[in-house]
């Protein structure tokens, strides 16, 4: 073929509404599970959703380089589609003659290519427009691709499922797609009420087991737990080998704090998920949850159950090995086995978990935690308290409000009382910092005024002389509540409380 017929495939092909122009991947690579998820829901789902699956099977082919596996994935696609939705076999086929278009494309047959381009212009043109519709049956398509390929697509997803639904708004397809999608969003800072579409979908398809756990989970959330409980138990009666029912059923148990059972769930659907390092995580989890319920016993208190945990820990640790070794990428794996390997006496092993952790690109949510959960394993198994309040302080310099960042401003604080006691080099400063950080600026400032104090005081030299009255050089450390200050008038502390100056301290820890 030319190559004016090569440029004129380049120019029309961005033009086609399939996987290959709705920018899902970056660097063209998909999420490391997302072709097992997707394979394991083909051999679940209802029929007329895995037309769908298809599709997007075929574009992870592709980016893998397996192009004709990705042709095999286009066929399957479209029987399914002629199967089910003989009435609307044109419409439901344009994404997959799209992702043909492209595939061949790439693959240099560029008569094939458009071949699939003239059958997608035939049905739009039918619509006034050569390439490409807008139809709710193609953002319904696009919607359950995001989806499925989740993170920052579940935003879009739910834009597409609620332009689907403006046009046909009892579709159970679209209601489906539009209340998994809230469900989702719904912690994120914007939250979605989800309550009532999960209960419209399921009104409207009542044998789709999955949002019947989905709606568990929310009633669970909203101390509904008994009602939650009986949809879960009737959708893995129904659908006792569906994975993604599975897997929130496990949810639901561990969040009841019947680790037993979801182990059990998590384990079930391991049988059919071999490779999948998310399960592998959560089971890790579980174990370690089991520690924890163990270690609050009277029992374990007493020694009695020492043998029981460390067995307990050894299968946490084996299973969030084996969550790493599938190709999980969750900065809290790391960080998680590390904890579990310092319990263990494993000093080493647990540290390079943890830089393996740092490496990682991290939320400030993660980044938070992990400072909060290495500070821990400096100060309590390394016995580096100055390696600890070195990351208290970066997990504190994040202003998100968390258990992380309560937990280390408590911790930080036991170490400053700690050395303000033993009247301990930059004590005082420890505190400024704490102060400052709370916002409390006439604090911060009397606690860095009685730091400056102590070290001109105890500087060889003599010069505290120079700056100090002499009842002050022989002076001692005192209450934060009652200190005086000498480098700093009243008024200008005030100021400073008032948030009239900026204070910016360096310095290094001792």
Not at 176 to 187: H, K
Not at 445 to 452: A, N, P, S, T
Request: glycine share 6%; proline share 3%; with cysteine.
């Amino acid at each position: 073929m030319s190559e004016s017929t090569k440029n004129s495939l380049e120019k029309i092909l961005p033009q086609l509404k399939c996987h290959f122009t709705w920018n899902l991947f970056k660097e063209e690579s998909a999420c490391y599970d997302l072709e097992d998820r997707v394979c394991n829901q083909i051999e679940f789902l209802n029929t007329e959703f895995k037309g769908t699956m298809y599709n997007l099977l075929a574009y992870i082919k592709h980016l893998n380089g397996q192009n004709e596996a990705a042709l095999e994935n286009l066929q399957e696609a479209e029987k399914l589609i002629k199967q089910e939705h003989a009435a609307q076999e044109e419409i439901r086929s344009l994404v997959t003659w799209g992702n043909y278009a492209w595939v061949y494309y790439h693959m240099g047959r560029f008569s094939k290519a458009q071949e699939y381009i003239d059958k997608v212009e035939e049905v739009c043109k039918k619509f006034s427009n050569p390439y490409s519709i807008e139809c709710p049956e193609l953002d319904c398509e696009e919607g359950w691709t995001r989806l499925k390929c989740g993170g920052k697509h579940i935003e879009r997803a739910k834009v597409c499922f609620e332009k689907a639904l403006e046009e046909k708004p009892n579709n159970p397809e679209f209601s489906s797609g539009l209340a998994i999608a809230m469900y989702r969003l719904e912690d994120k800072p914007q939250k979605q009420f989800c309550i009532n579409p999960l209960k419209q979908a399921i009104e409207l398809s009542p044998d789709n087991q999955y949002i019947k756990v989905l709606l568990a989970l929310k009633l669970q959330k909203m101390n509904e737990e008994a009602q939650g409980e009986q949809l879960v138990k009737e959708a893995l009666e129904k659908a006792p080998s569906q994975t993604d029912v599975l897997r929130n059923a496990a949810k639901f148990y561990r969040r009841m704090g019947d680790l037993e059972k979801a182990i059990e769930l998590f384990l079930s659907a391991l049988e059919s998920q071999p490779n999948n390092g998310y399960l592998y995580h959560q089971i890790g989890c579980c174990y370690r949850a089991k520690i924890k319920q163990m270690q609050r016993t009277e029992e374990s208190a007493a020694g009695r159950n020492g043998k029981k945990i460390e067995e307990l820990r050894e299968y946490a640790i084996d299973y969030l090995k084996k969550a790493l070794e599938k190709g999980i990428n969750l900065p809290n794996a790391y960080s998680d086995l590390a904890g579990l390997l310092a319990q263990n006496g494993q000093h080493r092993e647990a540290e390079e978990y943890y830089q393996m952790a740092f490496s990682k690109e991290l939320t400030n949510a993660e980044r938070q935690q992990l400072h909060q959960r290495y500070g821990n394993f400096q100060e309590y198994y390394m016995k580096s308290e100055d390696t600890a309040v070195q990351h208290y302080l970066q997990g504190l310099q994040i202003s998100r409000p968390s258990p992380e960042r309560e937990k280390m401003k408590h911790q930080l604080q036991n170490i400053i009382e700690k050395r303000l006691s033993q009247n301990a080099p930059n004590s005082w400063y420890l505190q400024g910092l704490a102060r400052k950080m709370d916002g409390d600026l006439l604090q911060a400032v009397e606690c860095y005024e009685k730091e400056l104090g102590r070290l001109l005081r105890n500087n060889p030299s003599g010069i505290g002389s120079l700056f100090l009255p002499e009842s002050k050089l022989d002076g001692g450390s005192e209450e934060v509540s009652h200190g005086t200050c000498s480098s700093t008038n009243k008024e200008d502390r005030e100021k400073l409380g008032r948030g009239g100056g900026e204070i910016t301290v360096t310095g290094s820890l001792d």
